[in-house]
């Protein structure tokens, strides 16, 4: 499974909270590598395997890009492989290429069908060259094609007869690339268009069947156009668009069938599901199932009755929808969220990252969701693992959810600190609480104050058993104690350490100009605990607003200076400064 095949889309602006924990959890977002520049590179040294592996990588990543096709050929070439080459040379230039690896490619490809015999090919593909630039001996062959009878009809057929086959072997690409090399020949071939569009749609390439669709729909709209229109805009996550598209089908198809109706209802109803409209969702949802029963529709309504709080109901359809199919990605979520069973979350994972192209806030809540579990079973590298497969856009559009699963699954939390704070804390939500409790654990162990806090523990438990060996023959002197992790000691010991990583949380919130979280942990954690009261107001950032604020005096019940309310505004009352653009991701 592969955490970062995510097409990530427009979020809402993350709070600074949330923004900066995700920074300091995971340091800067690393560059990914060029995959076309990297086989590039490999290709020039001579090391094809690797260039071959790193380009067609390229393609998947990039799948517009004909310059990897060329150098793909070339490497085809370069192997003794012409036919394979040309082959790749025709995907590459029914695609964005360079100009000159284009007039390279067209003339291997003309070239080398002419040697061979067809006609068709030479016919076709010297008009496509002939039309980015004029050339006598490109002409010559395209005349010397039409005289051996090669007619674009045939280079059509052949094509089409090719991406039929490849379609029924199951290769889905190949069939595009066919497909696409048909519509070279001859852009008008409606039908060709239309098996395209679908096909790669079924292929999960919303984005090219978009692009097909929409010249359809141009020259001739048609409901079924923007059916399908509406289906490609709800997966690449633009649900406006898909409702907009939806309505078009509904107006221009003028004695729709039942089959058409339930499609059309729960399009929308999904699509209203990740617009958290619940009211419109459960309106097309309940309309779908008075025509049809599927796993789909048994999904969809398990998530919205769990986000609604039915969970009884959510459970009878989650069941329903996985006993048709177990792979069903809304009733995996629900299972998950109600059960904080790691083995369904994976299951979830594999379904989302298999299924689906753009990723809904919802499904990475549930993500979020899992790595919370996996923090709680002590599976710290799983934890980080899950976590960096949720950029900073993504964490924005999971903060700012109406209907969060964080509050739908009652998910137990880890440190009792952190429910009592919840119950007592206006305007504190589980799904922050989630978010500290991670960071807590995910970066206790690296502390400077938790390594010193462990020292001393392990120290006087290591002491404490020396002595009670003094005087004990060798054969009975216990063991001495295994020294224990600062997250180790968290867990068994939490009276103990937990206020330790208050402290460093409180220090994090500071250091990121959370003023707001900042104060409110300090008003409940200097009441819990005197040790987090005095190493607290030992703290350069504390001390200062102590002598500045009178709410953060009041925080550690410290009598009120000279100066005015500072619950997140600026302490000498002038109006407060916006962040520039390097303070909004300051790391903690």
Not at 114 to 134: C, T
Request: with cysteine.
């Amino acid at each position: 499974m592969n955490p970062y095949k995510f097409i990530r889309n427009k979020a809402r602006r993350l709070p600074l909270f949330a923004l900066s924990l995700l920074i300091s959890l995971l340091g800067a977002a690393p560059l990914h590598a060029d995959a076309y520049s990297d086989g590039r590179l490999a290709f020039a040294r001579g090391d094809f395997d690797s260039a071959m592996r790193l380009l067609e990588q390229s393609t998947r990543s990039s799948p517009n890009n004909g310059n990897a096709y060329f150098y793909i050929g070339l490497i085809h070439e370069r192997k003794g492989r012409k036919p394979q080459a040309i082959q790749a040379y025709k995907q590459g230039v029914a695609r964005s290429m360079d100009a000159d690896l284009r007039e390279k490619a067209l003339w291997k490809i003309v070239l080398y069908s002419k040697y061979v015999g067809d006609w068709g090919a030479v016919s076709a593909y010297s008009s496509q060259f002939l039309k980015y630039k004029h050339h006598p001996e490109m002409a010559r062959l395209q005349a010397m094609a039409a005289n051996q009878g090669g007619s674009a009809s045939a280079e059509l057929m052949r094509l089409v007869q090719k991406g039929q086959k490849a379609e029924k072997e199951g290769k889905l690409s190949e069939a595009i690339g066919y497909y696409e090399e048909a519509l070279d020949v001859n852009p008008d071939a409606e039908s060709v268009r239309w098996n395209l569009a679908s096909l790669a749609m079924k292929a999960n390439q919303y984005s090219r069947a978009v692009k097909h669709l929409q010249y359809l729909e141009r020259r001739d709209s048609q409901w079924k156009y923007n059916y399908k229109l509406g289906v490609c805009y709800y997966q690449l996550g633009k649900y406006q668009s898909a409702l907009s598209a939806f309505d078009r089908a509904e107006a221009q198809n003028k004695s729709p069938s039942s089959s058409f109706q339930y499609f059309l209802h729960i399009g929308r109803g999904l699509t209203y599901l990740e617009l958290e409209d619940l009211l419109r969702a459960k309106t097309h949802l309940d309309a779908a199932s008075t025509r049809k029963d599927t796993a789909l529709l048994n999904g969809a309504l398990a998530r919205l009755n769990l986000l609604q709080g039915k969970e009884g109901d959510a459970r009878k359809r989650m069941s329903a929808a996985l006993k048709e199919d177990p792979n069903q990605v809304d009733a995996l979520s629900v299972a998950s969220l109600l059960s904080s069973d790691p083995d369904r979350y994976e299951k979830y994972l594999d379904s989302l990252y298999k299924n689906t192209v753009y990723q809904p806030p919802y499904y990475n809540a549930v993500v979020f969701q899992y790595v919370h579990v996996l923090t709680a079973r002590s599976k710290y590298d799983r934890a980080r693992t899950v976590l960096e497969s949720l950029d900073e856009t993504e964490m924005q559009a999971i903060e700012a959810l109406k209907f969060n699963p964080a509050d739908s699954s009652h998910r137990a939390l880890i440190l009792p600190g952190s429910e009592a704070e919840l119950k007592v804390t206006a305007g504190l939500s589980r799904s922050e609480v989630m978010q500290e409790e991670i960071s807590i654990f995910l970066r206790f162990d690296s502390s400077e104050r938790g390594q010193k806090a462990a020292q001393a523990y392990n120290a006087a438990a290591a002491e404490k058993a020396s002595a009670a060996a003094q005087g004990l023959p060798s054969e009975q002197k216990p063991q001495a104690p295994i020294a224990l992790l600062p997250t180790e000691l968290l867990r068994k010991d939490p009276a103990t350490f937990e206020y330790v990583a208050r402290l460093d949380l409180l220090e994090r919130l500071l250091s990121r100009g959370d003023e707001k979280r900042a104060l409110t942990l300090s008003r409940f954690w200097a009441k819990r605990s005197p040790d987090f009261s005095r190493d607290a107001m030992s703290l350069p950032a504390v001390k200062d607003r102590i002598t500045r604020s009178r709410d953060w005096a009041a925080a550690f019940g410290l009598p009120s200076p000279d100066a005015k309310p500072d619950d997140g505004t600026n302490p000498d009352g002038a109006e407060p400064t916006l962040p520039g653009p390097e303070d909004n991701n300051t790391a903690p």
